[in-house]
């Protein structure tokens, strides 16, 4: 997501705020952005593209003896990524700045309201909501203003907020997204993440959800939402600079695998209406459109090709649409029957992968509807298409796909109900009980990293196992094929997902001993029978490993049972996935392998 620096001090701020931000680029960004306050005149330069660009504008165009100031670089999420949305946002008379990261699900209210109150708005963010609101409350302290900010604004968000007239002052608010303030001798810091201030201090004080912190050059001031003082956690940075951009963890993908409850977190952000409706407003497309569809696509590759998988189960299941997915490569030499009344959906997490676009290309060139699914906003994909449902996973540095995959799982199912919903094919009481449970994922997802060091035992003895067999049916099905392909290309062994009760058909004739066969068993009305197929790989000498709900009687059939939370069968599809994502790592580390960046892989497929 978004990366934060700010600065109060002795130091001119340019030269501490510039080399955070490039110490931020690791993570992604398409625009770059610093507000300087110098004796109480404010300076905002901001730019699409590179931090090479900002550098050329802050050159040119930045005062030198401004010492507060703060700096951003911003990966879309709301608003087209262009030198326009770039943060920092100030309100009408330009004494407020902010920078903001994560996702504030209530602003096109708060918007409105204030929209009404005669503001007048510069971008199409989110975040500029914040500078507006804090306008309004010019009479109140700063840190007072944004604790009201804070109890208005709904989701996770971490925000940095200056004013002119408080020039030694930088003051920060946490709910979910991360911030942590860094200690100096007369300066300290306030960023998302500790690389951006780690070459000026060792030391960083926690800041906790639902805090505010008051940073001056001599001073660290923390509250919670209500002013109340708060004891200051200071903890010594032990990590290099390395180890710090993977947040601690030992690489970018398992640092990803972490995330993945906040990934989670944010796709669903905004999207659920209480009591239990689906919110897509970004869904231009008439509903009229979308009732008379007959028939629905999904083109997608690799792991997002998995999430196609899952996206059938749920539109045949809620909507009760036929579904026909297709690996995009193959979509267009098939002449696939499509029409005005076929619903085409994309799915690729970059939004670039040339054979996706181009069987979107070929769905629109028939007059179908499309709609991509994407994780990066702007892409190629969101631009050819009718409408664009992003995922919020934030950049994925790895190659191999994790947090993209699960929240592509998570956005697919929103669109399952959000297509039953506008055409009536489930009852209002059903798809509240689907998103209810859909908003217990994140949680869910936190449960079974938990037991991360459960799943690295496991593995111990399997570092040198060759062949691999992972199987589910049903909605288990895609999380099988998942898992192999997380340990192929990662691990660089041979493993084959398949529909379970289909290995009697042949690949049963692989089965001895020495292989380890993976079972995922969480799809309660086919678990009998994924168990059965279980039994037959046992009998022939597989070790079995099966992924199932925590209470499901299957201890009979594995050798190794690896349990996750119970919830519906479709949406077990997301926690499932995560001790496979967890499974191949522990392996393809042990066998020394580099999981980040895995041999003749790119992140990108730009080539057909
Ligand atoms: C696997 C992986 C690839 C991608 C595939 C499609 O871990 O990352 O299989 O899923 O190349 O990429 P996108 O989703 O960008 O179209």
């Keep these: 997501m978004c990366g934060i620096v700010g600065y109060v001090g002795p130091k001119p701020v340019i030269d501490v705020l510039m080399p955070g931000l490039a110490r931020l680029e690791y993570r992604g960004y398409d625009s770059a952005g610093v507000a300087l306050n110098h004796g109480g005149s404010l300076t905002v330069l901001k730019q699409a593209g590179r931090i090479a660009d900002l550098q050329g504008l802050v050159d040119r165009e930045g005062p030198a003896e401004a010492h507060t100031g703060i700096g951003h670089t911003r990966w879309a999420t709301h608003g087209a990524p262009n030198t326009?949305?770039?943060?920092?946002?100030?309100?009408?008379?330009?004494?407020?700045?902010?920078?903001?990261?994560?996702?504030?699900?209530?602003?096109?209210?708060?918007?409105?309201?204030?929209?009404?109150?005669?503001?007048?708005?510069d971008s199409d963010t989110d975040t500029e909501v914040v500078a507006h609101l804090i306008e309004e409350m010019a009479d109140l302290p700063l840190a007072d203003a944004v604790r009201k900010v804070m109890n208005q604004a709904d989701g996770a968000l971490a925000l940095v907020v200056m004013r002119k007239s408080e020039p030694d002052v930088l003051v920060g608010a946490r709910r979910g997204s991360p911030l942590v303030v860094g200690r100096?001798?007369?300066?300290?810091?306030?960023?998302?993440?500790?690389?951006?201030?780690?070459?000026?201090?060792?030391?960083?004080?926690?800041?906790?959800?639902?805090?505010?912190?008051?940073?001056?050059p001599d001073e660290i001031v923390l509250t919670d939402l209500e002013g109340n003082s708060m004891p200051l956690d200071e903890r010594m940075v032990e990590w290099d600079f390395e180890a710090a951009e993977k947040g601690g963890f030992d690489t970018f993908m398992l640092k990803e695998i972490f995330e993945q409850p906040h990934a989670i977190a944010d796709t669903l952000a905004g999207r659920i209406e209480s009591p239990g409706r689906v919110v897509l407003d970004e869904l231009t497309i008439d509903s009229e459109i979308l009732r008379e569809v007959d028939k629905v696509f999904v083109v997608a590759c690799g792991?997002?090709?998995?999430?196609?998988?899952?996206?059938?189960?749920?539109?045949?299941?809620?909507?009760?649409?036929?579904?026909?997915?297709?690996?995009?490569?193959?979509?267009?030499?098939?002449?696939?029957?499509?029409?005005?009344?076929?619903?085409?959906?994309?799915?690729?997490?970059?939004?670039?992968?040339?054979?996706?676009?181009?069987?979107?290309?070929?769905?629109?060139?028939?007059?179908?509807?499309?709609?991509?699914?994407?994780?990066?906003?702007?892409?190629?994909?969101?631009?050819?298409?009718?409408?664009?449902?992003?995922?919020?996973?934030?950049?994925?540095?790895?190659?191999?796909?994790?947090?993209?995959?699960?929240?592509q799982l998570v956005a697919m199912q929103l669109l399952g109900l959000y297509l039953a919903q506008v055409r009536g094919a489930l009852d209002p009481g059903a798809i509240e009980l689907q998103v209810k449970e859909l908003l217990r994922l994140p949680d869910q997802v936190e449960a079974v990293l938990a037991r991360a060091d459960d799943v690295k035992e496991l593995t111990s003895a399997w570092v040198d196992t060759r062949d691999w067999f992972f199987l589910g049916r049903s909605g288990d099905f895609p999380v099988a094929m998942e898992g192999a392909l997380k340990l192929k290309e990662i691990a660089y062994v041979r493993a084959e997902g398949y529909a379970a009760g289909e290995m009697k058909h042949g690949p049963i004739a692989l089965i001895e001993p020495g292989v380890v066969v993976v079972g995922v068993a969480t799809d309660s009305h086919v678990q009998a029978k994924t168990l059965s197929n279980m039994e037959e790989m046992k009998a022939r000498g597989g070790t079995i490993v099966l992924v199932a709900e925590e209470g499901d009687d299957v201890g009979h059939v594995a050798d190794h049972v690896i349990r996750v939370p119970s919830g519906p069968d479709l949406l077990c599809t997301v926690t499932a996935v995560v001790p496979l994502q967890l499974l191949a790592y522990y392996v393809a580390t042990a066998r020394g392998m580099d999981v980040d960046k895995p041999r003749n892989l790119a992140k990108t497929v730009t080539v057909e």
């Design 303 to 407: 792991t997002s090709y998995h999430a196609a998988m899952m996206a059938k189960y749920a539109i045949e299941r809620w909507a009760r649409l036929p579904v026909e997915i297709d690996i995009a490569s193959e979509f267009r030499y098939r002449d696939p029957v499509l029409d005005h009344r076929s619903l085409v959906i994309g799915i690729s997490q970059s939004g670039e992968t040339i054979d996706t676009l181009a069987a979107v290309r070929y769905a629109r060139a028939q007059g179908s509807v499309v709609i991509g699914v994407s994780n990066v906003v702007e892409s190629a994909l969101a631009r050819e298409s009718d409408a664009v449902l992003y995922t919020r996973a934030g950049p994925e540095i790895g190659v191999a796909a994790t947090k993209t995959f699960t929240t």
């Design 84 to 121: 326009g949305n770039a943060h920092p946002h100030m309100d009408c008379r330009r004494d407020v700045v902010v920078v903001h990261n994560g996702i504030i699900e209530n602003w096109v209210d708060l918007k409105a309201k204030l929209v009404e109150n005669g503001h007048d708005f």
């Design 184 to 216: 100096g001798k007369g300066e300290n810091f306030l960023a998302s993440d500790i690389p951006a201030f780690l070459e000026h201090t060792r030391h960083m004080v926690i800041v906790e959800d639902d805090r505010v912190v008051e940073i001056r």
